[in-house]
């Protein structure tokens, strides 16, 4: 039984599926993307412009992924900011939190109620840095109103206003360089595409790099401000660099990225790469180091792109031929559909709930071996995509812990990836970039299958 | 200093200063205020307030109208459990677009209402306005009207745009919106000794464990308002004699509606402790004046803390002299807590709710300990600093809580609404000693940078004394 599709009084819903409403979205708002790289800049303090449940509710969804402090402060609107302009609550607010936190950087997303009410973000932050002689730390605003995109448009937004504000337009370029740009990924991801980096002896600004804010250490005193990040003067230099790598599918298409923004500013190279997750993608993004560094592949990749070729060969009758559902965030979506045909699994799913324009067509060009038997669902909710996942029975389902109920009612195994995973440790370490990170990703792709297949079968052997 | 490098020293905002209170200090304290802006206050929104309020009630439909963020960070994540139909755990949503937002969201309103309604068959349903909905000029009231009629129905609006308050706020929107349905149904048969337990929210099952309480001593439940809550029992409650009211924040207001209008007089009562519950119990038997009632309560009391007790007794042996913080929603709990904490031989620190008013903090204050700090609508900074300050060994608070404690390698009890374990009534005494036994006396600590710091003082000074 799943709520979904159960009426009032536990019998099995039926008739016309409701399609006005959104039941049970599979998004959630940009403001929550857009504090999420925010988190991932040095000393910044993420600050929602709109009413106090917006930054509280974003906290605790953020809090129960990452296990770490999210501090997120909000301007706090009364009735009366609503009718006239939240700009006396917003000074108040900046002052607060640079005299609580001391920020270096001030990360501003709007939120439906200001963005409806008119609030004219750049002209409130110009008169309070006039007033204030522009002296405390600078401020960056983001336009982020939930009811234009989600959090996937929140987090590439505040990405290209950060670097559109503050990296600076330069010429003389700094050997070995380089931007990276990354999609939503986890702390694991974010820290692998560094090192992949330093094995080519490259020196990367990840842009933003959360890996340490969201995932630290433990504390003997308190930090009003979790450490790690990208520094603003590391955002300053990015023009310095000699290329970027853009990372996520949906973006390879775009013109005015950040990195396009990049080109065209400072002549720093794009590289438009899709999620390096799989072999063939992992081999675009090391011969991308390749070119920026003037490096050979290092022999320690060279082994472990061995070994992932290898695993694959041990382990491909498991999985070939079986069936999967994904959902996520559109480039974690189509990562995972690229990665699982190339292993022989069929990614008869491909679910997002963000509204994205030639959705199968974007998916075409990745899943190999054709979209016939792909069911490209965008925009959607999780009650669309259960009821597809209940006529199409696949083998095995990738996404958040917002799957378990479809799966849990179909006795389907659910991968968790993205976020939020919320009923599980580890979401934010779970590696799944380069060969190393497809590797993991592999092994739990097969071990799910094998461990739903022993659970299921009536022997029970312990030897597979 | 830079704002990530660790930090001694956290100020207070002057703006806050009179939040924050210790006993003794002979200071005025300030409560009941909005958040300051910038403050990263732990409270959310009136939106959220309603919201919470009126989830359990499993088969209404619940549909936020809004832009998609209001509903979908509440999704199924509350540990409120119901007996019978799950529809509250689904999130609907209006998910309003853009060209809604400028064209108005009615239409939309109306077709969803419509179509999940004939779909899941709901006994009713709430309608949230969120922040949007107040500005683009959606007349609420009148799509429910019409879609009441349509379907025969009851489609209530609850006015609770996040930005007309606090959670209280929202309470009083749920409240309002909860007694449309008050006075609508059949009392027949509901006994003289009868009562509606409000405030309490079936966390893991506790309003079934509270109920059965009563029940054993002959006073019959009509309500648990709202957990495992059920339209028809709102539709019948004001056939109750009595109306224990636990969470008071959240429903004094229906209570009170009940008393002016329907005469059904109201106490205040908690179910977090022996203390507490057994006082609850006691509370309702007096009332009756049925000298039977008062003689099964008592035995029951008598039985359930001879169950209990043996096992309290070996987890108070060994979390005795151990200091805690709190931070709730709000102060009734926070004052059950206290003694909670008492019985189980540990001392209360800090002591903090979201949203208590002057009364709620004059009797917490009282009940406290000399030095203890008390705060009102507090943040993670200043929770922090007083952790820190009067070297805490457990908090309890929720999930925005949590990470505060860990970081420190402070122990952590989560008393929120999403935890899933029944802390309420005898039984939850158990669960909620077992709780902060498993966190406070867990063998990581030693490993805490906090801790490994203190075990090095101790070690200096022992080598001091040693040295000749």
Known sequence: MNPDNTTAQGTPAEGELPASATRNACKLCSPLGAAMVFKGVRSCLPFLHGSQGCATYIRRYMISHFREPVDIASSSFSEEDAIFGGARNFEQGVENVISQYQPELIGVATTCLSETIGDNMLGMIKSYQDKHNSSGPPLVHVSTPAYTGTHSDGYYGAIDQLVRTFAKPMTAKIAGHVNILPAMMSCADLRHLRELCELYQLSPTILPDYSATLEGSSWGEYHRISPGGTSLEEIEEMGSATATIEIGHTRAYLKNTPADYLEKTSSVKRHALGWPLGIRHTDQFVTSLSQISGNRLPESLKDERGRLVDAYADAHKYVSGKTAAIFGEPDLVIAQAAFLSEIGIRPIICATGAKVKKWKQLLSSEIEGGVADVEALSGTDHAKISARIRELKPDLILGSSKGYPIARELSIPLLRIGFPIHDRFGGQRILQVGYRGTLAAFDRVVNALLENKQDTSETGYSYL | ?468
Request: proline fraction near 3%; aromatic fraction near 8%; glycine fraction near 8%.
């Open chain 2, 1 to 468: 200093m830079k704002a990530d490098e660790p930090t001694k020293v956290i100020q207070v905002l002057d703006d806050r200063a009179a939040q924050v209170w210790t006993k003794g200090s002979g200071e005025a304290f300030v409560c009941d205020r909005k958040s300051t802006a910038g403050s990263v206050t732990q409270r959310a929104c009136a939106f959220c307030g309603s919201r919470v309020v009126l989830y359990p009630i499993a088969d209404a439909l619940h549909i936020v109208h809004g832009p998609i963020g209001c509903a979908v960070y509440n999704w199924d994540i509350r540990g409120s459990l119901s007996s019978g139909s799950q529809l509250h755990r689904n999130s609907f949503s209006t998910d309003l677009a853009e060209k809604e937002v400028i064209f108005g969201g009615e239409k939309k309103l109306e077709a969803s209402l419509l179509e999940l309604i004939e779909y899941y068959k709901p006994k009713a349903a709430f309608v949230y306005s969120t922040c949007i909905v107040g500005l683009i000029g959606d007349d609420v009231q009148a799509i429910c009207r019409k879609v009441s009629k349509k379907t025969n129905i009851d489609c209530i609006p609850v006015d609770s745009p996040g930005f007309k308050g606090t959670k209280k706020t929202g309470y009083q929107a749920a409240c309002e919106a909860a007694y449309k349905l008050v006075g609508t149904g059949d009392t027949s048969g509901i006994s003289k000794y009868s009562i509606n337990l409000m405030g309490e929210f079936n966390i893991g099952g506790e309003a079934w464990m509270i109920r059965e309480y009563y029940e054993r001593i002959g006073i019959e439940v009509v309500a648990t308002i709202t957990g495992d809550g059920r339209v028809d029992d709102l539709r019948r409650c004001h056939g109750a004699a009595l109306n224990l009211v636990q969470c008071s924040g959240s429903m004094t207001h229906l209570a009170q509606l009940l008393e002016e209008e329907h005469g059904i007089p109201l106490k205040r009562v908690s179910f977090f402790g022996f203390e507490d519950t057994a006082q609850a119990l006691y509370t309702a038997a007096e009332h009756f004046g049925d000298p039977e009632l008062m003689c099964k309560a008592e035995e029951l009391v008598r039985d359930e803390i001879a169950k209990y007790t043996p096992k309290i007794k070996a987890y108070r042996k060994e979390l005795k002299g151990k200091k805690a913080a709190l931070y709730v929603g709000g102060a009734f709990k926070a004052f059950s807590l206290v003694l909670a904490l008492r019985a189980l031989g540990m001392k209360t620190v800090l002591a903090g709710t979201q949203t208590g008013n002057a009364e709620d903090y004059k009797q917490l204050q009282d009940i406290c300990d000399p030095g203890t700090v008390i705060v009102d609508d507090s943040n993670p900074l200043e929770l922090a600093k007083f952790v820190l300050e009067k070297e805490v060994d457990l908090f309890i608070g929720g999930v925005k809580e949590r990470p505060i404690a860990f970081k420190l390698g402070v122990a952590f009890c989560d008393h929120n609404h999403e935890r899933k374990i029944p802390l309420a009534g005898f039984e939850g005494m158990l669960h909620f000693a077992d709780e902060v036994a498993k966190s406070v006396l867990s063998p990581i600590w030693k490993f805490a940078p906090r801790h490994e710091l203190r075990a090095l003082k101790i070690n200096t000074q022992i080598a001091d004394t040693e040295s000749p």
